[in-house]
C-alpha cells in the first residue's frame, strides 16, 4: 500500500498493517483530509487478501485529541448552506462505518488523550488496549453540538452501557484508563511501555485465524449493532450535527 499520506502514517509487516494518526503537532485531530486518507486505506483493505490485522495508533503524545475544532466555523463561512459541513458529516460516518464493517480485525492502540472523535474511532475498532495514563472524555454537549459525530453514539452505548453513556456524554467528565477497561471501551490496560507488546500478543494469533471464519464472526457480531444503529437513527447524525453547528454559529454572529 503506497504510503503518500499527509496526515497518516502506514506501514506493513507481513500480515499486520499499521496505521497512524500523523498530526501530532495538533493532537492529531481528526480533519476532512485525514477523514478521506483512511477511507483510501480502508477501501484498499478490502481487496487485499495479505493483511488480517489492521493496528489504529496516533504520533507524538496523544492518540487522538478529537476533531479539528477550526474546520467546521471555516467550512460554514466558506458554504453558509452547510452543504459542506455536511459533506465532512457524512465522510466521518463512512469512515466508522467501514472501520467496523472490515474484514480484517482492527486493533486501536491508544494512549494520551482519546477525545471526541477520537474515541469514536477507537470505539468502533473490534478490540482496543490503553496505557494507563490514557484519558478519556467525550466533549461534544459542553461544546455546544450533539454527540453526532460518525454515528458514535449507538456504538458506545452498545460498548460501555446505556447508563454509563448517557452521565459521560450530558456531564462531559473525563475518565481514566480504569474506568475505561471497567465500561469495556478498553478490553486491557497495560503501562505505556508494554503498549506495543500487548498488540503483539493480539495480533500474532489473529493473523493465523482461518480469514473467512473472522469475516463471517464479525459480520454475526455487527449485525445486532447494525439494527441498534438504524433504531437510533444514527444515519441521520449528519443532518443533526450540521444543523447544530449551523445554528451555534449564526447564534455567535448575532
Known sequence: MLN?????????????????LNRPENG???DGLMLTE?????????DDNAVRVMVLSGAGDHFCQGGDRAEFPALLEKDP?????????????????????LKVVTIARLHGDVLG???????????????????????????GVPPAWGGV??????EAGQAWVRRLLLTSEAFDARRAEQLSILHEVVTADDLDA???RWAKPIARRDPTTVRVTKSMLNARAGATQLAVGSYFDDELLTAAAMTRQASRGK
Not at 483512511?38 to 478490502?46: G, I, K, P, S
Not at 455536511?86 to 467496523?100: F, G, K, M, T
Not at 477520537?118 to 495514563?133: E, Q, S
Open 28 to 30: 492529531n485531530s481528526v
Open 4 to 20: 503518500d499520506f499527509k496526515t497518516l502514517q502506514v506501514t506493513g509487516e507481513g500480515p499486520v498493517l499499521s496505521v497512524q
Open 38 to 46: 483512511l477511507l483510501r486505506v480502508l477501501r484498499a483493505l478490502e
Open 153 to 158: 453514539l449507538p456504538r458506545l452505548a452498545e
Open 198 to 200: 500487548a498488540v503483539t
Open 117 to 143: 472523535a477520537g474515541l469514536g474511532l477507537a470505539v468502533f475498532c473490534d478490540l482496543r488496549v490503553g496505557a494507563d495514563t490514557c484519558r478519556f472524555r467525550m466533549p461534544e454537549v459542553g461544546l
Open 81 to 101: 448552506s452547510g452543504s459542506e459541513l455536511r459533506a465532512l458529516a457524512d465522510r466521518a460516518q463512512r469512515v466508522c462505518s467501514a472501520l467496523s464493517q
